[in-house]
């Protein structure tokens, strides 16, 4: 579970689905064809196989297979499915700009680390959750091609896909410790690889390019072992023992990988006889641990724990400057101009519950020249409620396709007759190379496919099949899945 800069709680769930309802009664039928972990004898342990309700709508009107992941309100309330058909996403990851990022694993060599785009299709599973991917792989088709769909419309972009793996816990480091070359790092434990990867996400188009790198790592040679994409077997050589399980960022500003050590990973077996395990600290040289002391009865501690490195303290300081309302305008405002992008960012979602004159100065920053912050602002009212319909009519348009990626999926619930405008100004602005702006664009058309399609053919399909551009082409290819 990881606490998201809107105060919300993110979480997720395996490809075996699941049927869960929160606390607002709303029901999810995530389904899928895996089943083999819920029946014994053929009699289903929990009344109901994942098969069952595969392809059924849940209680939003939307079809969600595999695995999944969520936000929902602290008290149970409010359940969203943000991104679905994983295979088995061990963790998320949310940036103080709103953007999730997780790794995903599988048996056959492909295993990735990937930008979540919200409410995306990872394509584990067919459309209605019945068949694996091998089943719908076609003549020429790589596994990773096939088995995350890549070259079917209405599937996210893979992210970084790097073979055979593990992985485990991930984080986004957004402190100062290390200096600010390293705000911005991303790792991802991978305990079949005995390494802990390093990526520094930068903008490519609507999405980002992950170049990996070796953060942490035990086997430089990449000798795998233990593995069970090599049938569990194990090695006596001692650098194919380091399995990271998880990382995290202290109050302190420190990098923290715990290793429970062990000559097996996967397939439910663990062979360590020494019950060995570790943590370790990835500190600058002369480093000491001091975590700021902070008193949260003040305003002054509780911007303090607001701005700390640590996920776990920043949820501190939200909720005390939330509780706080219109008297913490003021302090949160002050932080817009802080050094640390991040920081501003942070700001940025605590606005608009603050009251009006909080909600109003949100609004503006929808015109602040740093994009970031636009998209920020973007976010942060729509989950206050804000009217999307306007708020999209504003930023269809904006320079920045991350903007108009976030203005293409926040359009995915309104009618035809609220979202017709920004959409086709959204069509507008895709290049016809940018998959990730394509895919969020189809996102923002669901269930509006055909009428989308009729005023695409009629403003830019018009000069015939021999004339069609790449954006057009593109544009129809996603609406016919």
């Not at 899928?32 to 009107?61: C, N, R, T």
Request: glycine residues 12%.
């Amino acid at each position: 579970v990881t606490f998201g800069p809107d105060g919300l709680l993110y979480l997720n769930h395996g490809n075996s689905g699941a049927l869960v309802t929160d606390r607002s009664g709303r029901a999810f039928r995530i389904g899928s064809a895996y089943d083999g972990l819920m029946s014994g004898d053929s009699v289903p342990l929990y009344g109901i196989l994942p098969q069952e309700y595969a392809g059924a709508k849940s209680d939003d009107g939307h079809v969600y297979v595999g695995g999944f992941a969520m936000r929902i309100q602290q008290d149970g309330t409010d359940l969203e499915v943000i991104g679905h058909n994983f295979r088995n996403s061990y963790e998320q990851t949310v940036t103080s700009f709103g953007e999730v990022f997780q790794n995903d694993n599988d048996d056959p060599p492909a295993s990735r680390t990937s930008y979540l785009l919200e409410y995306g299709n990872a394509g584990w599973f067919s459309r209605d959750g019945l068949r694996y991917w091998q089943a719908d792989r076609r003549p020429g088709q790589d596994i990773p091609t096939a088995e995350w769909r890549q070259e079917d419309p209405g599937v996210m972009p893979a992210g970084d896909v790097y073979g055979a793996g593990a992985p485990t816990g991930i984080v986004y480091y957004e402190g100062d410790a290390f200096g600010e070359e390293w705000r911005g790092l991303l790792l991802s434990c991978e305990s079949a690889r005995n390494v802990v990867f390093g990526y520094k996400p930068e903008p490519d188009g609507a999405g980002y390019a992950l170049n990996r790198f070796n953060f942490l790592t035990s086997n430089e040679s990449e000798e795998l072992a233990g593995i069970d994409g090599l049938g569990g077997k194990v090695s006596s050589d001692l650098k194919t023992y380091f399995r990271p399980s998880d990382v995290a960022v202290g109050p302190d500003g420190a990098i923290y990988v715990a290793d429970w050590f062990d000559p097996r990973v996967g397939g439910h077996s663990d062979q360590d006889k020494t019950v060995s395990g570790a943590i370790y600290r990835i500190a600058p040289k002369g480093f000491r641990s001091e975590p700021p002391e902070f008193d949260l009865a003040t305003t002054k501690g509780q911007v303090l724990a607001l701005k700390s490195p640590a996920v776990n303290v920043r949820a501190l300081g939200f909720e005390a400057l939330k509780a706080g309302g219109e008297a913490s305008i003021a302090p949160v405002e002050a932080l817009l101009n802080d050094d640390n992008p991040y920081i501003r960012a942070r700001a940025v979602w605590l606005l608009p519950p603050l009251g009006n004159k909080g909600l109003a100065r949100a609004k503006s920053l929808l015109k602040h020249e740093d994009e970031r912050l636009r998209l920020t602002a973007y976010q942060a009212l729509r989950r206050v409620g804000a009217d999307v319909a306007a708020m999209a009519r504003q930023l269809a348009s904006d320079p920045s396709p991350r903007v108009r990626r976030e203005v293409a999926v926040s359009l995915r619930d309104l009618s035809w007759e609220e979202s017709s405008d920004a959409l086709l100004s959204l069509a507008k602005g895709y290049d016809g190379a940018d998959r990730v702006y394509l895919e969020a664009w189809g996102i923002g058309c669901s269930g509006k496919e055909a009428e989308v399609f009729q005023r695409l053919q009629q403003e830019m399909g018009g000069n015939g099949p021999l004339n069609w551009t790449p954006q057009y082409m593109g544009l129809v290819w996603r609406l016919t899945p």
